[in-house]
């Protein structure tokens, strides 16, 4: 994930380590050991040097970042290993965390945090009654006050953000392994670990159109609005990141990658020339 201005691009895994990257030099600045895998990060936007990461032990650190220097500061936050995180851009101080089914909002201070609400599960179905519930992605919606997460088994729910309350839900055809919201808060891409690339209207709940893609086999494969939400940015498991044009929903280009290995992550710069 690329830093607020572009310049340093943070990387982690089951290595256990935390990597910055400088993007100008495509070298490494800093490498932090961790104690087990790191699983998500996150920069807090207004910053620009503070790095939040979510572990496979149910911890989440925060990572100051020098020139020559990182400090580091966290603590127990879940039950089950932080897969998601997500801050809030209008108040840099609140925080999302997902963590299977838990679904946590923070309040970040001088180094210090408070948990505000633990958000309700989804309503189980007849076709997700006897599935886990899984959050696959966090999204803070910048035209309504409110916080939108995807579920493997259980679709997409919108929560209200002042009672921290459901307000609506809809389920998908397939398993969501991630998702991406378009600028303007009007549909969402999600990536269907059976099928391909779906989107689907946040107005209506109904599916727009499909973009297929060869699936292999079953992974967490990314899905990313770019360019003002004009492109979508997909990975695969066939060694390839592809790129679509929203408006003729044509395949744009094909990246292809050294063997074939599954591309499980993607990020996009805003800042000056756009970098993926």
């Known amino acids: 994930t690329f830093n607020t201005d572009g310049t340093q691009l943070a990387t982690a895994g089951f290595d256990n380590r935390v990597c910055l990257w400088s993007v100008e030099m495509g070298k490494p600045l800093h490498s932090i050991h961790a104690d087990v895998p790191i699983l ?30 990182v400090d580091a500061t966290g603590g127990w936050a879940h039950w089950c290993p932080v897969e998601r995180l997500a801050v809030e851009d209008a108040h840099a101080g609140r925080v999302a965390s997902g963590a299977h089914d ?59 953000t002042a009672s921290w309350s459901i307000i609506c839900a809809f389920n998908v055809n397939g398993v969501i392994a991630d998702a991406s919201l378009r600028p303007g808060d009007t549909e969402i891409a999600l990536s269907n670990a059976s099928l391909g690339f779906d989107i689907y209207s946040l107005k209506s709940g109904s599916p727009q159109y499909f973009l297929p893609t060869e699936v292999k086999h079953r992974r967490a494969i990314p899905v990313l609005f770019n360019h003002g939400g004009n492109t979508l940015v997909g990975g695969s498991t066939t060694g390839e990141v592809f790129v679509w044009e929203i408006n003729t929903r044509r395949r744009h280009q094909t990246l292809h990658l050294l063997g074939k290995l599954s591309v499980i992550a993607t990020d996009t710069s805003h800042a000056g020339p756009q970098i993926t």
Not at 44 to 61: E, H, Y
Not at 127 to 144: A, F
């Open 40 to 69: 998500s990060l996150v920069w807090l936007p207004k910053t620009g040097n503070i790095l939040l990461c979510g572990a496979q032990d149910g911890s989440i650190a925060s990572l100051k970042i020098g020139q020559d220097f």
């Open 102 to 160: 838990e679904l946590y909002i923070w309040a970040v201070g001088q180094g210090e945090w408070a948990r505000l609400a633990a958000l309700p599960r989804p309503t189980d179905t007849l076709t997700s009654k006897d599935r886990n519930v899984i959050v696959t992605s966090i999204h803070w919606m910048s035209t309504e006050q409110t916080l939108l997460a995807t579920y493997m088994f259980h679709g997409v729910v919108l929560y209200d």
